[in-house]
């Protein structure tokens, strides 16, 4: 038989297949692996290792060059308080199952985006991106009253603030205005700041 079916004969189920419907096989094999593997060492232990500062900030390349560095100058990650805000802190929801939903949906997406297709691999991708990633941060964030914010920021702990302050916070008794609505930018470059920042790389 001519040599390159023997080699797929010899390779077996993990060889790859004449069709690419029969790729499920071998990707159906490697699920079944990481299925195991985190039964083996436990869910919450994968959990835990993808959670961290370390992991989401430089596990992606785009992250380490371009979200990591933003955030170490940001108020928080360094402050008078000394309580860092870490990634998963905003990103991430600390209530089962969301925080399963949330992380398993953006694995997926994420890795998709930054393996596969490296839709923001360079600064002018990124860049080109910024906008539309922000704004789905911000419309989760507004759907769920900037839950994430509140773990931290109390409303009903403010004091000593300016008097525009306190206004600007009264407004949100009313319910339709929520942190996100005035705060953005906050670990991060917000878009209209990084458009001045990086001209050429955004217009
Ligand atoms: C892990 C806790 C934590 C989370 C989550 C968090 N913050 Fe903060 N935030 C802090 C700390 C600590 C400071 C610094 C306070 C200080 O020492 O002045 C701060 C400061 C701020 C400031 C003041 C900025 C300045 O320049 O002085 C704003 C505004 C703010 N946070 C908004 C937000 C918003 C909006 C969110 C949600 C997107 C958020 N924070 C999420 C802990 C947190
Ligand atoms: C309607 C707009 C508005 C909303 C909604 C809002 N803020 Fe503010 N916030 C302000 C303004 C304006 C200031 C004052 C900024 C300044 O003086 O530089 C401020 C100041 C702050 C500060 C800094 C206080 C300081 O000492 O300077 C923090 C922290 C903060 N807001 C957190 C939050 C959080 C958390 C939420 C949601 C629970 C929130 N804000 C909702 C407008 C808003
Ligand atoms: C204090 C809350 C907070 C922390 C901490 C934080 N983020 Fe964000 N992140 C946001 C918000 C809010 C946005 C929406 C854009 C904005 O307002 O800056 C955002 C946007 C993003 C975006 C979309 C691109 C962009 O620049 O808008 C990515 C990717 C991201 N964050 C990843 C991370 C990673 C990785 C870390 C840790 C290194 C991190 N974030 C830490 C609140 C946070």
């Known amino acids: 038989m001519p040599e390159n079916q023997e080699e797929r004969k010899r390779r077996g189920i993990w060889g790859w297949p004449r069709t690419k419907w029969l ?43 371009f979200i990591y560095p933003e955030w170490k100058e940001s108020v928080h990650y360094s402050n008078r308080s000394g309580v860092r805000a ?27 985006h930054e393996f596969v297709l490296g839709s923001i691999s360079t600064r002018e991708r990124f860049e080109a991106r910024r ?17 994430a914010c509140r773990t931290c920021h109390k409303a009903e702990s403010f004091a000593d603030q300016s008097d525009r ?12 205005t929520t942190c996100i609505d005035c705060h953005d930018g906050v670990a991060h470059l917000a878009p209209y700041e990084a458009a001045r920042k990086y001209p050429a790389a955004s217009d």
């Open 23 to 65: 790729l499920g096989i071998p990707l159906g094999g490697f699920l079944a692996l990481v299925v195991g593997a985190a039964a083996m060492f436990g869910t919450g232990a994968a959990i835990e290792a993808t959670g961290t500062d370390e992991f989401c900030a430089t596990a992606c390349h785009s992250h380490e060059q």
């Open 86 to 112: 870490g990634c998963a802190d905003c990103h991430i929801p600390k209530e089962y199952p969301d925080k399963l939903i949330v992380k398993t949906k953006a694995g997926i997406r994420d890795g998709y």
């Open 131 to 147: 906008a539309e990633m922000a704004e789905k941060v911000w419309e989760e964030m507004r759907a769920n009253d900037s839950r």
């Open 165 to 176: 302050a306190e206004r600007m916070h009264g407004r949100m008794e009313t319910g339709d």
